[in-house]
């Protein structure tokens, strides 16, 4: 069956791709789980998330300068309330700041003390909780343990992965992040899938197949930034390029079992291809499930432009007639048998020619998602 769209084949110039191989499980569920509320409490920030430097005068200094630990009692010192921090803060003990490690002290470290170093203005070892940011440790501090609210263990993240690193069994749902790094943008929300495959899963795009975004993932198109629970939806180039940097994972599917699972280096592919509808090559996939068909480690060629990049045949497709394109065989699914229509655009959201009968993302309603890890 052909859709409006119409049916545009170009001279194909074959992009070529660096891959990585593995073989896991499937994406389970069709529908979509509760999303959780985040707190929407403001947070200080600064930058940086590299191991804290030791401090000198230090006695049992925590292994972890971000794990939390904000009910620590202090020995001997008579709690004041700061109206600078989020929390209690302590009245430091005649002689901290000496160098000198006293009884009632955590540490000291003379002149170096402060109030966003290892060892702070009070003589407190620093610590995620306290109310203050660890200068190169802590990038945030709001003295809550809402993993969705922009903090998470004093970490402000970037991506799906990170929030579960730091705060383990955390469900899937919206997470306010800085997808796109550090610079004057507010923090937006950012959809994660927690269950998939594992977990940490960020969003980058939906297309439902009524009302496709029809445009290459190399293409600078942004769409409901602000809602990721928008039928159509997409992030825009920059925080897409945020996200790949700290992925190396890359799924698509249509909220069913057929899936394309490969390596987020190819998210941007066929972008240098000159002529926009003959940007197609060779993927390889950890895995290809269509149906009931699974295939692993297998090489196909893909399609990478949609119809509003230049009314090209369907973004990110797998059609079997153009697997010979790329040298492959034009029969993936079942050896020397065509197992879809000719022609059939399987994968896209646009599809020239659609396959209703064996494709889950050409079924009314559907919606394809492209999530990077």
């Not at 509320?37 to 430097?53: C, I, K, L, Q």
């Not at 000496?98 to 009070?122: F, H, I, M, V, Y």
């Not at 620093?126 to 940011?133: K, P, Q, V």
């Not at 929300?189 to 009524?210: I, K, N």
Request: charged share 25%; with cysteine.
């Amino acid at each position: 069956m052909v859709t409006p769209f119409g049916r545009w084949r170009a001279s194909v110039g074959i992009v070529a791709a660096a891959a990585l191989a593995g073989c896991l499980d499937r994406n389970p569920d069709f529908e979509e789980p509760p999303l959780p509320t985040a707190s929407g409490s403001d947070s200080a920030t600064t930058t940086g998330d590299p191991t804290a430097p030791p401090s000198q005068g230090t006695a049992d200094s925590p292994s972890d300068p971000s794990a939390t630990d904000a009910g620590t009692a202090t020995v001997g010192v008579t709690e004041t309330t700061d109206s600078l921090t989020t929390g209690p803060t302590t009245t430091p003990f005649e002689g901290c700041g000496d160098g000198q490690l006293d009884p009632n002290e955590e540490c000291d470290d003379g002149p170096a003390n402060a109030d966003d170093a290892a060892c702070t203005s009070k003589c407190t070892l620093a610590r995620c909780g306290d109310g203050l940011i660890q200068k190169d440790v802590e990038s945030c501090e709001d003295g809550n343990d809402d993993p969705a609210d922009g903090c998470v263990a004093c970490f402000e993240p970037h991506v799906c992965q990170e929030v579960l690193f730091r705060a383990p069994g955390s469900p899937t749902g919206l997470y306010k992040m800085d997808p796109d790094g550090p610079g004057p943008g507010p923090l937006v929300p950012v959809y994660c899938d927690m269950t998939l495959q594992g977990g940490g899963w960020t969003r980058v795009e939906r297309s439902p197949f009524d009302d496709p975004i029809a445009r290459a993932l190399f293409a600078d198109v942004e769409v409901s930034y602000a809602d990721p629970t928008n039928p159509r939806y997409r992030m825009g180039r920059a925080a897409m390029e945020a996200v790949k940097q700290r992925s190396n994972e890359l799924w698509i599917d249509c909220g069913g079992k057929d899936h394309l699972w490969t390596d987020s280096d190819f998210v941007f592919a066929g972008e240098d291809e000159p002529n926009i509808c003959n940007a197609i090559g060779p993927v390889l996939y950890k895995e290809a499930q269509l149906n009931d068909i699974l295939l692993t480690d297998v090489e196909l060629c893909t399609g990478f432009s949609g119809f509003l990049d230049g009314e090209c045949s369907g973004a990110w497709r797998i059609d079997e007639i153009e697997q010979e394109l790329c040298g492959l065989s034009g029969t993936p699914w079942l050896d020397g048998q065509l197992f879809t229509t000719q022609s059939a655009d399987v994968f896209a959201a646009d599809p020239t020619v659609v396959e209703p009968e064996v494709h889950e993302c050409h079924k009314p309603g559907a919606i394809r998602s492209v999530f990077m890890r």
